[in-house]
Each structure stands twice: as C-alpha cells, then as structure tokens.
C-alpha cells in the first residue's frame, strides 16, 4: 500500500526526494526529544536509506504524511523492531511541532493500526514509548493499545503498548 489518506492526511511510501523535509524535522530538539536526539543531516540520509530498504524487504514502512493542501506534516509507518531479542513490529509517528495538538498523530495511528492487524494480517503491533512521553502514549490509548510492560532501552524508562488482530 504506496499511498492511502485518513480525513485529514495523506499518506506516501518514503522516496529519496523526502530527504530535505525530514532532515529538517530530525533538526528540531522539540520533535526529537524522545527520538533519541537531534539528527545531523547525515544520520537522516542513512535513515532514509535504511527505511526505504525496509520498504523493499517487507513490503511495508514509514510514509510521508501531508496534509490535503499538500503540507509536509510528518512521517509515520510500521515497521520491524528487535525488543528483548524478539522481532515486534511498532507504529511509529512524528510531526512538526506546527502540527501538533491537532488529533493528527490519534488519526494517523488508528489507520496504521487497521493496515498492519487487517491489511498485513499482522498478529500484533507495539508502540515503544519514552516513560515521560505522555502525549505520544495517549495516542496509543486512543489507538486501542494496551499497556504491556515497562522495560529499559538504551539506558532509557519506556513502556511498550500492543494492539492485537
Ligand atoms: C507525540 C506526537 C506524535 C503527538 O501528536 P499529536 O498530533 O499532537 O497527537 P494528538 O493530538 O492526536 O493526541 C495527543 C493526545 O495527548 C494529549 N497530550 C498532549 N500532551 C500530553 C502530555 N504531556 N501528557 C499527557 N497527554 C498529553 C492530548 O491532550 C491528546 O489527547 P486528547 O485527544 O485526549 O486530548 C507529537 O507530539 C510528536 O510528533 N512528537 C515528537 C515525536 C514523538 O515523540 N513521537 C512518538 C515517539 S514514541
């Protein structure tokens, strides 16, 4: 599935050309906080790169999100995740702090969740999340996760929700 759109957004398969509009979100401290950090340009084209190929592997990824206008609004996907030496599959989502507050990330988070448990058939999803990341956990309640352990990663607290088919 290359494209789809919710109410709001619609959705594209991450291409080479989205370089600039996520080395520019991986910039901003705010939106990074609890993605590891800022990013360097540099580390994003690897990104890139390495999301693209997960495209090709697995047949699903991150799309670029944007709003009808035609707005770069963020990045969001599913995609294969190593936790505790067991292979999940996560939901992930990023917008520009310009975007946020506006049910964007609840909305693009249900659709994800209904193309991995009902398009791929996926048994289930996890959203991996800083303890102190209440917004984004918030998202994953509303997306139906339920709350599954706490756990360290990278020296970080997160807890780690599930969605099941
Ligand atoms: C997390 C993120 C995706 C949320 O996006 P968003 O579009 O603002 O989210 P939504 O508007 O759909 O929903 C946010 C919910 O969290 C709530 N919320 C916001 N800040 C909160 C906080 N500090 N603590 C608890 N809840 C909070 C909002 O009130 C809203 O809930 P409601 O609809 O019941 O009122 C956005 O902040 C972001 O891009 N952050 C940077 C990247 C990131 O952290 N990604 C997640 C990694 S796991």
Redo the contacts with the bound molecule.
Sequence with gaps: MDRFSTDRLTAERLREDHLDDLVTLHLNA??????GGVRAPEVTKTYLATNMAHWDQHGFGLWVLRTKDGAFA?RAGIRHILVDDIDEIEI????KRE?????????V?IALTDIGLSHHELPSLI????VS???????LE?ANYILEKSTTRHGNDVVIYRARR
């Design positions: 705010e939106v990074s906080r609890y993605l963020g992930a989502y990023a917008f975007f946020w507050g506006r049910g964007f990330a609840s909305e988070a959203g991996l999340v800083y990341n209440g917004a984004s956990r918030r998202v509303k």
